[in-house]
Nanobody
Framework: QLHLVESGGGLVQVGGSLRLSCAAS????????MGWFRQAPGKEREFVAA????????YYGDFVKGRFIISRVNGANTVYLDMHSLKPEDTAVYYC?????????????????WGQGTQVTVSS
């Protein structure tokens, strides 16, 4: 299983942008689909975005509405989440995750490796 480490979280004002990174090690990164989830206090973990291992598809949570973009650089063993037009409701711990599936990668049970999370706080 991959070892995943997120970075790039922090405090940002409403309407601002952040880039989250997730560095992977310990496995063949290109053979995994990669995803981002988030969890706010008192709420369930929520799907944000995923990038299939085939590179053919990306998936986004309904709330994203074009504000976030997931990308990956296999040569760098890294997946990114570019977030724009941030809102206070985007405040959460953001987690990177790896899946062996090619598709239907939108629920936590589809993923086998998780990072420790990075805090994103959007202030109004």
């Amino acid at each position: 299983q991959l070892h995943l480490v997120e970075s790039g979280g922090g405090l940002v004002q409403v309407g601002g942008s952040l880039r989250l990174s997730c560095a992977a090690s310990g496995g063949a990164f290109a053979s995994y689909s990669m995803g981002w989830f988030r969890q706010a206090p008192g709420k369930e973990r929520e799907f944000v975005a995923a990038y299939s291992r085939s590179g053919a598809r990306t998936y986004y949570g309904d709330f994203v509405k074009g504000r976030f973009i997931i990308s990956r650089v296999n040569g760098a063993n890294t997946v990114y989440l570019d977030m724009h037009s941030l809102k206070p409701e985007d405040t959460a711990v953001y987690y990177c995750a790896a899946s062996v599936y090619v598709s239907t990668i939108t629920t936590p049970s589809d993923f086998i490796s998780w990072g420790q999370g990075t805090q994103v706080t959007v202030s109004s």
